[in-house]
């Protein structure tokens, strides 16, 4: 059965501050892990899809990356309106199927 | 290009009633899932339709079903709903273009309230 853990829940940042969010993944024939942004009573925001280990993808404040085991998602001097719950889902080889994460939930303060 | 659309927005129903929500995907996209979401267990994959047929199912108990029409919409229903079926339900479509990896879009959700 695919698991994806996503560590920290949550993140209190100052504007500025550089962090790194951590996914932890077991899936039967990665397809994709995905990258989606989630505002309060929102649906989740597509970000990023990776495919396979070594890959990386940029996209304004943000950068993701992957390994075999694990992806980062890393916000490089962030603002307030990066606040957000960030969650990591891995498609595999059970079809099209997300397996997601509990998500982390980031507060950027000015 | 419009995004994924999902009526009503909000629900508020009785324990015992049946409740269908509607999803309509995006334009051009062929395959419709279903995420129930709560704070105690996050994003749970219910099901998946494509071209009118249930293609995977999540662990979900028989009340919650759905179907896919031949313009790609799609509803599901929960029928005899429980206290515990209060949740953001998350439709979600994609290209599915027959192999690789398909990148699925969310709606905004359907707020459902159990009383």
């Known amino acids: 059965e695919d698991q994806v853990t996503q560590s920290p829940e949550a993140l209190r940042l100052q504007e500025g501050e550089s962090s790194s969010l951590n996914c932890s993944y077991t899936v039967s024939g990665l397809r994709g892990l995905f990258w989606y942004r989630q505002d309060p009573g929102k649906g989740p925001e597509f970000l990023f899809t990776l495919y396979s280990a070594g890959e990386e993808k940029e996209k304004e404040r943000l950068k993701a990356t992957l390994t075999k085991k694990e992806s980062f998602l890393h916000i490089t001097a962030p603002k307030p309106e990066d606040s957000a719950t960030y969650l990591c889902a891995v498609q595999g080889a059970a079809g099209n199927k997300l397996t997601f994460g509990g998500g982390t939930r980031v507060l950027v303060k000015p | 290009k419009a995004g994924v659309t999902q009526t009503p927005r909000y629900l508020i129903k009785t324990r015992g009633q049946q409740v269908t929500l509607s999803c309509s995907p995006i334009?051009?996209?062929?395959?419709v899932s279903w995420y129930q979401q709560t704070p105690g267990q996050g994003l749970q994959f219910l099901f998946e339709y494509f071209s009118e047929t249930q293609r995977n199912k999540g662990n979900f108990p028989g009340r919650f079903s759905g179907r896919q029409f031949s313009n790609s919409r799609s509803e599901m229903n929960v029928s005899t709903l429980e206290l515990g079926d209060s949740a953001l339900y998350l439709c979600?479509?994609?290209?599915?273009?027959?192999?690789?990896?398909?990148?699925?879009?969310f709606g905004p959700g359907t707020r459902l309230t159990v009383l």
């Open positions: 334009s051009g996209h062929r395959s």
């Open positions: 979600a479509s994609s290209l599915n273009r027959g192999r690789g990896t398909d990148t699925q879009y």
